[in-house]
């Protein structure tokens, strides 16, 4: 298994507190991305990484913002929680392995289940 | 843009029983496809992936996968399904071409799978 931790795995806050979700790898990828989870919608990027310090946004970025000072660590931040935030977060990590390119081979963390109240 | 649609949202077959999985995509050039597993409370587990050659892959679990340019179609298939296959799938494609190196993956909204006895 790829060596992907993400912390906390559980968190009950209230609406307009921050929060910030923690991805933590051991495997050296260049890519981190952080993905949210709701029925209906499969999974949706955020926000993603292609180096250190170097960030790009997704599809839902609003009300989030990212920063990778190492390559291994990636964190998400919720600067003023809303409900609608309220979702299941994934980390994933990939590296650049055919032609140099990057092939979109994810390995996922485990997930950080977020609720806003 | 981009996208993937998988139909059905939930599929019930007995055990032993063949599945398919259906998978439509929506993108102008040579997509790079993927078919992810994940089991309740855990994080998404790769079971194949498509990239070019031969448009039938094989991948673990004794899933396999046929890619159809003509159809836009890549369904995942099984010829007899156990009771642990019972998780939710979720097809998906990267979402820029290949020169933009980011392997941002775009994901259908899921097939939950269950299996009865």
């Known amino acids: 298994d790829a060596g992907i931790t993400q912390s906390p795995r559980h968190k009950v806050t209230e609406t307009g507190t921050p929060v910030t979700l923690r991805c933590h790898q051991t495997?050296?990828?260049?890519?981190m991305y952080w993905y949210r989870q709701d029925p209906g919608h499969g999974l949706r990027l955020i926000h993603y990484?292609?180096?250190?310090?170097?960030?790009d946004k997704g599809e839902v970025s609003d009300g989030y913002s990212v920063s990778r000072s190492k390559t291994e660590d990636f964190l998400l931040t919720l600067e003023s929680a809303t409900s609608s935030q309220t979702s299941v977060y994934f980390c994933?990590?990939?590296?650049?392995?055919?032609?140099?390119?990057?092939?979109?081979?994810?390995?996922f963390g485990e997930g950080s289940r977020l609720t806003v109240l | 843009a981009q996208s993937v649609t998988q139909p059905d949202i939930h599929i019930t077959v007995s055990e032993g029983a063949s599945l398919e999985l259906r998978c439509n995509y929506s993108?102008?050039?040579?997509?790079?496809l993927f078919w992810y597993v994940q089991s309740p409370g855990q994080g998404l587990q790769l079971l194949l992936k498509?990239?070019?050659?031969?448009?039938l892959v094989q991948g673990i679990k004794g899933f396999e996968a046929e890619f159809k340019r003509s159809q836009s179609s890549f369904n995942l298939r099984k010829p007899s399904v156990h009771w642990s296959d019972a998780a939710e799938y979720f097809c998906?494609?990267?979402?820029?071409?290949?020169?933009?190196?980011?392997?941002?993956?775009?994901f259908g909204q899921g097939t939950t799978l269950q299996v009865k006895p």
């Open positions: 495997e050296n990828h260049r890519y």
């Open positions: 990484s292609y180096g250190v310090k170097d960030t």
């Open positions: 994933a990590i990939s590296e650049a392995a055919y032609r140099g390119g990057n092939t979109g081979e994810l390995f």
């Open positions: 998906a494609v990267v979402g820029l071409p290949f020169s933009s190196n980011t392997g941002k993956l775009i």
């Open positions: 993108y102008g050039a040579t997509p790079y």
């Open positions: 498509y990239f070019s050659g031969d448009t």
